[in-house]
């Protein structure tokens, strides 16, 4: 299993030539995000500058968990480029569920005498399992025509072990740290002396650790928390009030930095019912429709572990005299609460698509702890339930490849566009390594920030910030007015003719030095390379880097 591991990361982190075009990953839609920040604290330290969009101050972003892929990259003389250095994070990051997974099932007694090695078994095999997601892919085919390159893409995502270690092991991190205070913190209230001190220490930086990692999860975990928290204090137990003031303590400096460099309009977070497949409309009258449909949305995405939960409950397994038992039931609720009826406001719906993890996590191991033997056993189960762990199984794979090989021009997808091979992709990297070599590391380079929702090359391959990334800049906490007012002033550029001395204004106006042409630019297209009269510091077959000083002014 260490190896299939391995293995996957690999073909789904690095990038290979196919059909005279670089293979992007599907996964490059957050890796470069991923890459960027790594790189940044790599090479500026903390705080650093938003690698978004050039603007005074610093990023107002949960960053802890790229300190580790920081590091290696800086340790190696960033002979390991960010990207390999994410991976190898991420790599790690998946065994680290593993042990979580064990490490519950053995604090909360769920595993039985003599079966260790069938609940280890089966705790490796759940983690290449997801939900029934294939049967609504399918019906979404039929509908729309398009082949989805990862099998969640019908619905409002829940996403099981393997993809999301691979998306977003940050998230991943966060629930481990959370978890991990958790169980610190049970040891904690039975313990005495200096030991009950230290764990709750412990589990304060375990608290801290979660909120650095992702603020979706933390909004999850605080419930849960804090009515642990008013309990302990009836009960006149300092214990979970010692490792809150440690977790404030040590979350300050994260908390700071989200106060003092976010410009975000409205709150974070909204009201909201989870909606069923994007194929229903959301809002008004709909909405009712969406809360009827949630036990058959739950239903279809969690899949087989849905059955083994139901069942594990109806064998009455459950003991409330066990304090980790009743934290999975407690964050399990709490959970599908967030997750079902709030929404998080900023680009996507993370909200959703992470807190829903901590009943994820429940559900996988009361379905291993119901399979675990003597009796009931996997083998042992009905024609339906081996289905739903055949589709499980078989969705793991669909995404995996399909990373890497649904894509245009053999499928037609929902990112066609972002996803579809270009010929300029390898003369960007090109450049873009080139200049990370050569030019000032506070430079700012300029690529199309227009051409799509999400643009990748910059932050895969650069280490100079860009003056905007495209039309999502506003993730790391810069104003989503300034983003729409820079996109506007600089797209003209890759899209006109201008005179040299309009695309230098324009470009001093955003506070860029060096502009990016390649293959893909619509100006390009038009006039068979560069626009006129401007000179390349540094060119490929289909790409070229200006250095906006030396435009005539």
Known sequence: MLLLWLAVVAFDFVDFPTGGALNQSLLDLDLVKH???????AREGLPFADPFFARPGYVGYYYYFYLWPALLHWSSGFLINARMAFAAADFWAGLALVALLWRIAADGRLIRPGRARAFMGLILLFCF???????????????????????????????????????VPHHVTAMIAAWSAFLLLVRAQAASGAARWAMAGAAGLGIATCFGSSVWMMLTAAPVLVGWGCIALWRRDPVLPVAGGIALLAALVQLSDLIAYRDDSGLPVALAVRPFTVLLPEGGNWLWVHLALLPLNYAMEFGIFLWGTIAWWRSRAFDRREPVQVLLLASAIMSLLVASFLKSTIINNDLAWRSIWFAQLAAILWTAAWLQGPAPRLRDQPPAFRLLLALGIAAVLWDVVGLRLLRPPLFRTSFSELISPRADDDDQRRIYEWAARRLPADDVIQHNPALHRRIFNFGLYGAQRTGVADREANLFGASPQAVQQRIAL??????????????????????VDHLLFASVDPVWRSMG??????????????ACLVTVKDIAS
């Open 529 to 542: 390379g560069p626009p006129p009269g401007l000179r390349c510091a540094m060119r490929a077959p289909l």
């Open 129 to 167: 399992v997801s939900g029934a997601d294939l049967l609504m892919m399918i019906v979404r085919v039929l509908t729309t025509g398009k082949v989805e390159a990862q099998s969640d893409w019908w619905n409002t995502e829940i996403v099981f072990a393997l993809r999301s270690t691979l998306w």
């Open 490 to 511: 600089l797209r003209p550029i890759y899209e006109k003719s201008l005179t040299p001395q309009d695309i230098r204004r324009r470009a001093v106006a955003a506070g």
């Open 35 to 41: 890459a960027a920040v790594t790189s940044a604290i």
